[in-house]
């Protein structure tokens, strides 16, 4: 033991009991690191399942990516104190990379039975797979209101991408340029004929 400690063992300890003792006073000397091990943004990946268990987190998959792992554990409390309202719902369902619509029995139509609602989730490009919708299944039944029943879970896929369109116009005229001909004029139009006469006599009278 370094000269700094005064060991605590009395004088007939066994040199077993000396050598535990040497090695666990260097314990002391071992970072440990509370407040990252207790941060879901900063915890080592390993230790993510426990922190999930004192986080009372009510559902996990070690098959979930490590994006979802983390906001799992770091929307436990809000979505412990909102049990039982939509904001819950979609705490427990967007961290996992889907989308949730809320349809209130009075939204739906025809109009729906009073205290139901209906789901819609949608699974954008990725798709989901039956064991994924399972788990779904259960994280909204854990999160929902227990006086309310869900009438349908409707999935919606949706896919993303860059979509290139283009267009192009031809126009023009023909214009031909012939030698000019003249055609025949025709006028049409309205003639008035008139004729007079004038007729006189002339007489010469001489001396007889």
Same mark, same amino acid.
């Given at each position: ?5 005064t060991? @605590?063992?009395?004088n007939?300890?066994?040199? @077993?009991?000396?050598?535990a ?5 260097e ?9 990252t ?5 900063e915890?080592p990946?390993?230790?993510l ?5 004192a ?5 996990? *998959? ?5 994006a979802?792992?983390?906001?799992v554990i ?6 412990h104190?909102k /049990?039982?309202?939509?904001?819950a ?8 990379g ?10 739906a139509t025809p ?8 789901? /819609?989730?949608?699974?954008l *490009?990725k ?5 994924m ?5 259960r @994280?909204?039944?854990?999160?929902k ?8 879970l ?17 126009d023009? *005229? ?6 000019y001909?003249?055609g *025949?004029?025709?006028?049409t139009?309205?003639?008035? @004929? ?6 006189n006599d002339?007489a010469?009278?001489?001396?007889l």
């Amino acid at each position: 033991m370094s000269d700094d400690r005064t060991p @605590l063992l009395p004088n007939n300890s066994t040199p @077993l009991e000396r050598a535990a003792a040497e090695a666990l006073a260097e314990i002391q000397r071992v970072p440990v690191p509370l407040h990252t091990l207790w941060n879901p943004w900063e915890c080592p990946v390993p230790l993510l399942p426990y922190l999930a268990w004192a986080f009372s987190v009510d559902r996990w *998959d070690p098959a979930w990516t490590e994006a979802a792992k983390r906001e799992v554990i770091a929307t436990s409390f809000y979505v412990h104190k909102k /049990k039982g309202t939509i904001s819950a719902l979609r705490r427990v369902v967007e961290p996992l990379g889907y989308l949730l619509e809320v349809i209130e029995w009075w939204e739906a139509t025809p109009e729906g039975t009073p205290g139901t609602f209906a789901l /819609k989730i949608g699974v954008l *490009d990725k798709g989901i797979t039956q064991e994924m919708y399972l788990e779904l299944e259960r @994280l909204i039944d854990d999160a929902k209101p227990c006086s309310r029943h869900i009438t349908g879970l409707d999935l919606a896929g949706e896919t993303f991408g860059k979509f290139y369109a283009g267009m192009a116009t031809y126009d023009g *005229d023909v214009t031909a340029v012939m030698p000019y001909i003249p055609g *025949d004029l025709i006028s049409t139009g309205i003639v008035h @004929l008139g004729i007079a006469t004038d007729s006189n006599d002339s007489a010469t009278v001489y001396p007889l």
